[in-house]
């Protein structure tokens, strides 16, 4: 079954040095992984998306995220968090069964807490 | 930018009633879920729409559940029965269907909590 994991509950970094959310993917093929972003009482806001093409890839607000096929890996990172950057963070990978429907499967969340 | 909207943005319900959480995802999407996330816990997927259909359902998705697309622009959840546990934030998403396109948008959520 597809699943994906978070390791961190939460990730504690000081504004101004880089950031990583770290996540794990475990799929049946060729993964389409993606990170979302959850502030307090807001929805889930799209951040970015691998699915295919170069492993680095750029998202919104600085964020990027790096596929490693090798480790079945997509960390997220930011090169100098920012106090905004305060949120949950979602790891997701989109299930291949179900045909072309495809729900996406979430890890368990990452609380980042930027501190002043 | 088009963005998925939900009403209401809370709910308060008794414990036996039904509640109809509504959606209107953008509008030329083709395919439409509803996710649930139980407070402190991971998002879950509940259902998949498509073509005035059910593609796909989890096992929470039981027969006090249902969804339908009313018109061109409106996508509904019902709970026809509500327990305790059905309390949660409730997420829209929609998904254009374009090939290659495999973004998945929510809206801001429904907050239910049942008593």
């Known amino acids: 079954a597809q699943s994906v994991a978070q390791p961190e509950d939460q990730v504690n970094v000081a504004e101004g040095n880089p950031l990583t959310v770290k996540c794990t993917y475990s799929?049946?093929?060729?993964?389409?992984l993606f990170w979302y972003v959850q502030y307090p009482n807001r929805g889930l806001q799209f951040l970015l998306k691998y699915i295919t093409g170069d492993n680095l890839v750029k998202g919104s607000y600085g964020f990027e995220a790096e596929f490693n096929k090798s480790q079945t890996s997509f960390h997220l990172k930011k090169p100098s968090a920012l106090v905004s950057d305060s949120a949950l963070y979602f790891c997701?990978?989109?299930?291949?069964?179900?045909?072309?429907?495809?729900?996406?499967?979430f890890g368990a969340g990452t609380r980042l807490a930027v501190h002043p | 930018e088009p963005e998925v909207t939900q009403t209401p943005s809370h709910q308060v319900t008794q414990m036996g009633q039904e509640v109809i959480l509504r959606c209107v995802p953008i509008?030329?999407?083709?395919?439409f879920y509803w996710y649930r996330q139980i407070l402190g816990q991971k998002v879950e997927f509940l259902v998949s729409f498509y073509n005035n259909e059910i593609s796909e359902k989890s096992e929470i998705f039981d027969d006090q559940f249902s969804v339908e697309r009313p018109d061109g622009s409106n996508f509904t959840l019902k709970i026809r029965s509500t327990k305790l546990e059905d309390s949660a934030m409730y997420f829209c998403a929609s998904r254009s269907g374009q090939r290659g396109v495999e973004t998945q948008y929510f809206g801001p959520g429904t907050r239910l909590l049942v008593l």
């Open positions: 509008s030329n999407h083709l395919y």
């Open positions: 997701a990978v989109r299930d291949i069964i179900g045909g072309g429907y495809n729900k996406l499967i």
């Open positions: 799929v049946s093929g060729n993964p389409y």
